[in-house]
């Protein structure tokens, strides 16, 4: 019973890089999405899906882009990373069945 | 979606019930009130949600006052495991709006203590 699950756990990566964070989920979800965390604040939406091939933007979108393929997987792609994006990142998974939203359990990203 | 008011922190003695209260005073009347909370940095857990029925899950229960504009989740019988950062959403709910965009304010933290 995997739920959601996010991939690495913790990268370290140097200013300009680019890097893919995955996320997969194994409960047939259509909405996907992926938040930032940073320091003693709140979750912010950067990006989220309403199923496969449909994408937007959320509340920080810029410096990131996402794809969505199939239903499982929603990859978010940082194409030059910044400091500013140090954070952690989580994923989300939910379904027009369901109220609550399931969370991957983070990666932290440190960009230098 | 609606802006929501938590206290920044609160304390609770172990066994006894936590009350935390949250302010929505601009909610509407199709937005619901959900409740997660986050331990020690991990991902966000769902808790409770409602619309204008008190509600209790296995979990907590969930008092929202008659013109919706607060409302309080209650632990009965809080457990040092249940420190956290406890957050209050308001939005359009129902069975899509949840799961695909939430907005996380700061939250309460709370710490049970021994």
């Known amino acids: 019973n995997a739920g959601v699950t996010q991939t690495p756990k913790f990268q370290v990566l140097k200013t300009g890089q680019s890097m893919t964070l995955q996320c997969a989920q194994d409960?047939?979800?259509?909405?996907m999405s992926w938040y930032r965390q940073d320091p003693g604040m709140g979750l912010r939406l950067i990006h989220y899906?309403?199923?496969?091939?449909?994408?937007d933007q959320g509340e920080v979108p810029n410096g990131y882009n996402v794809s969505r393929s199939t239903t499982e997987d929603f990859p978010l792609r940082l194409l030059s990373a910044a400091p500013s994006q140090t954070s952690v990142y989580f994923c989300a998974s939910g379904s027009v069945g369901r109220t609550e939203a399931f969370f991957g359990q983070g990666t932290r990203l440190t960009v230098v | 979606d609606a802006k929501t008011t938590q206290p920044t922190s609160m304390d609770c003695a172990e066994g006894r019930a936590a009350n935390l209260p949250c302010n929505h005073s601009?909610?509407?009347?199709?937005?619901?009130v959900y409740w997660y909370r986050q331990i020690h940095s991990q991902g966000p857990q769902y808790i409770i949600h409602?619309?204008?029925n008190n509600e209790t899950n296995e979990m907590a229960s969930l008092i929202i006052t008659e013109d919706r504009k607060s409302s309080t989740l209650i632990l009965p019988h809080a457990t040092l495991r249940d420190t956290a950062v406890y957050y209050c959403?308001?939005?359009?709910?129902?069975?899509?709006?949840?799961?695909?965009?939430?907005?996380f304010g700061s939250g309460t933290q709370l710490t049970v203590l021994p």
């Open positions: 409602g619309l204008k």
């Open positions: 899906s309403v199923g496969a091939g449909i994408t």
């Open positions: 959403i308001v939005r359009v709910g129902g069975s899509s709006g949840s799961a695909r965009q939430l907005t």
């Open positions: 409960m047939n979800h259509e909405y």
């Open positions: 601009t909610i509407s009347g199709n937005e619901y």
